[in-house]
Each structure stands twice: as structure tokens, then as C-alpha cells.
């Protein structure tokens, strides 16, 4: 996903020369390095100075810019909430906040860097719109979207390599989200990584437990697909969430919010619950994900039980 970003916004910059973006010494790892090496007059590293970073990345879109914000997401949001909320949301500047590293799969960095809450922080915010694209071609669909819609955004990628799910042309509307596996029994709504695992646990719930389940990539987190949701519970009754972020305030309660106001429906959250992570060498990543229920097994394991409960 880094490198898709790095990639797109090399292209997107020689579409639109107003393209500006702002780093913090994470420019290599972001792979925006490329496009200061494309553009070196618009590219900008601020250093380890992250509520700066924000607060030029602001100046430059009130300057006719727009602005791209990037850096591991324990930083933005982590460090600079102040500066987002009222230097670019309360004014709705067209700045694009872009982060890595957001999850669990950090690993190695460890629980203080694995940002777990920053779904919840982000979406709280009047004015900005979250996405949490699960692959390369996603990525890049994304972001031209989001360069053609005035007013910020945050973009949540992860740090390691993700299978692709998507051709290359497949489009994604802002707003919307995307049924990956069709099914009937129940609904799993997934975003980023867990994309996949909810694939593959859908899987092993038809051929092992003949459960047939609708996995949906929700990658449009805010604005969320109502019409989906509704449709969704109405068809296959009980639905699952699973992210790769705290249960409190996440995909999870952004679906419970519509179906409580629209179609009230059993909502099984799967995320992590509400306590922080812990360091693990890139080797581990996938126990780690299995020791806090993100693994396709305990997707699995969830939903044969809310299967069960649909049935009593």
C-alpha cells in the first residue's frame, strides 16, 4: 500500500501541479521520497515535528495548494489533534492526511506505536472523511477520488504488504462500499487488512460449517454506506465488524450507529478490546493478530457462534 501511494501521488503530481506533500523523516518509508525526487521544490520535510507538519500542510492549501500529510499514524493523529481539528477541519481546507503503520502490524514498534484508536478520533471530526483502503489498487483508486474532492481526508495504510483483492480498473466511490463475497446467512463488513482474513474466514465457514457469508469491504468508513448496511441487515440478518483498531468507536460502532437509527440489528464487533498491543518480531505478526481475535480462525470462531444465536 506505501508503495502504491508513493506511485500515485508521482502521477497525480505531474496531473496537478498544485500537489504539495508535507513529511516527517518518514519519507523513505512512505515512499513520498519519490516525489520529492519528481518535484523537489513540493516536497517539504519538516522533520520529527509533527504538529508543524500539519500546521504547514494547512498554510499551503490556504495557499491554493493541495496538501498531502504524511507519517506513521501513532503521529498524526497521535501528536497533533489540536492542529487537525482547528487548522484544517474548523476551516475545511483541502488537506490529505495519508498515514502508515496503523494497527497491531506495526509489531516490532510496539503498543506505542501501534495506532489502535485513530478511526475513532478521526471520524469524530466535523468536516473530514476516513478511508481505510485494503490493497494497492484500492490505494491508488482512492486517491484520485480524493484529489478531486475539495476538503480533507485521512487515508489509513498499513505497514506490510497486503495480497491484492481488486484489478487494477476496479472503481471505488467515496461513500460506498464494496461486496467482495456474496453469501446469505450473515454479513461480514471488514476494512484494510482485514479485508483479507474476512475473505478467507468466509471460506472455511462454508466448506467446514456451511455457513455462507457476505464479506463486504467497507473502506469507506466516513462517509459510511447506509443503503449497504440496510440492505445488508435486511437480507442476511446479524452482522460482523472486523478491524484492525479498537472496538470502541471504529467500524464497528459507525455501523451500530446506522443500524440503531434505521434497522436495529445484532452487531458482533471483532477489533481489538480496548486495551493496547504489544511488541512482536515481524515473524509473529500473525499470532499477535491471532492473540487479539483478528485472525480468520477467530473470525470463524465468532461467527458460527452468532450463527448459532440466529438460529435459537
Known sequence: MRSAYGESLVNLGKKYPNIVCVGGDTTDSLKTKKFGEMFPDRLFNVGIAEANLVSI????????????????????????????????????????????????SVGPDGASHQQIEDISIMRSLPNMRVLVPADAPSVKKLL??????????????????????????????????????????????????????????????????????????????????TDLIYKCAKETGSLISVEEHNVVGGLGSAISEVTSDICPTFVRKIGIKDKYGESARDEEIDSLLDKYGLSPKEIVRNAVELNKREKK
Do not use: W
Request: glycine share 8%; with cysteine; net charge negative.
Open 144 to 225: 484520485e477520488n480524493i484529489v478531486q474532492i475539495p476538503g480533507p481526508f485521512y487515508v489509513r495504510l498499513a505497514r506490510p504488504s497486503t495480497e491484492e483483492l481488486y484489478p487494477e480498473e476496479t472503481d471505488f466511490e467515496i461513500g460506498k462500499g464494496k461486496v467482495v463475497t456474496d453469501g446469505a446467512d450473515l454479513s461480514i463488513f471488514a476494512c484494510g487488512t482485514m479485508v483479507s482474513a474476512s475473505q478467507k474466514a468466509s471460506d472455511i465457514l462454508k466448506k467446514e460449517h456451511g455457513i455462507s457469508c457476505r464479506v463486504i469491504d467497507m473502506y469507506s468508513i466516513k462517509p459510511i454506506d
Open 57 to 104: 500542510a494547512a498554510g499551503l492549501a490556504i495557499a491554493g495548494k493541495i496538501s498531502f500529510a504524511s507519517t506513521y499514524a501513532a503521529f498524526i493523529p497521535g501528536r497533533c489533534l489540536d492542529q487537525i481539528r482547528n487548522a484544517i477541519c474548523y476551516p475545511n481546507l483541502d488537506v490529505k492526511i495519508v498515514v502508515s503503520h496503523a494497527g497491531l
